[in-house]
């Protein structure tokens, strides 16, 4: 089992302003999960014991709308800790995560966060700075919605997913999103999406194969933001 006070991944997230010993107690009480892709973390209304630090792999944060269908809301990778907002609140998650593809994540319980919260302020300022950018991040999200088109929406998340999850060995994308998936997270229809997607190939700014993207013309998205 991986030890959280050797654990790379705590400097991206609240976990970096912990002692020594604070983190030897989360690995002790910490339990690792591996979540296949398409498995739900937690469901959106359910009641958290705890959060999840993503060690790796990516999930898709999503509301579920009254039309039936998920919007998705944020894309969370490695470093993310999910869930705390519910947890600090003490209410039941606000959103569902799911996996995108196969993830490693780590269970800290409930108990060992309040604790910390409690007794290390610089822990707990670092969290509360973590929730205050999530808000920024919405808000900002709000706009881009409401002020772009679904162009700029495109290219701006294309050149995010480059940012976050890099690329593989051919130059595509390293996480692949279903045109669906895709489409709910600029806010779009699907069959907006694929046409979008099908005039940026046109232009020469990206390829496909399958469902996957590589940026060509990574300027020319940038120009479009």
């Known amino acids: 089992m991986s030890r959280c006070e050797n654990c790379i991944i705590r400097q991206l997230n609240a976990l970096k302003a912990l002692s020594k010993d604070e983190l030897k107690a989360i690995s002790d009480s910490k339990t ?3 979540i296949k892709k398409g498995e739900k973390i937690f469901d959106e209304n359910e009641s958290l014991d705890g959060v999840f630090c993503v060690r790796s ?4 944060l999503s509301k579920l709308q009254e039309n039936g269908k998920d919007q998705i ?4 990778g490695s470093g993310e800790v999910l869930g705390k ?3 600090i609140a003490e209410e039941k998650a606000n ?3 799911t996996a995108l593809e196969d993830m490693d994540v780590c269970f800290i319980p409930k108990k060992e966060i309040t604790a910390k919260i409690y007794t290390n302020p610089a822990f707990t300022k670092e969290l509360l700075q973590q929730l205050a950018q999530d808000l920024k991040n919405s808000e900002n999200s709000t706009i881009d919605f409401a002020s772009k088109t679904v162009t700029q929406r495109l290219a701006h998340t294309l050149l995010h997913l480059k940012s976050q999850a890099g690329e ?4 595509f994308l390293s996480l692949s999103l279903t045109r669906e998936d895709l489409a709910s997270v600029i806010g779009t229809a699907t069959e907006s999406c694929i046409r979008h997607i099908a005039t940026f190939k046109k232009k020469g700014f990206i390829e496909t194969q399958a469902k996957r993207i590589k940026i060509l ?3 020319g998205l940038k120009a479009l933001e």
């Open 217 to 219: 013309d990574l300027e």
């Open 32 to 34: 690792e999960r591996r």
């Open 73 to 76: 809301v944020k894309i969370a």
């Open 168 to 171: 593989d060995r051919d130059g």
């Open 95 to 97: 959103l569902s995560a």
């Open 85 to 87: 907002r519910s947890l």
């Open 57 to 60: 792999g990516a999930s898709k």
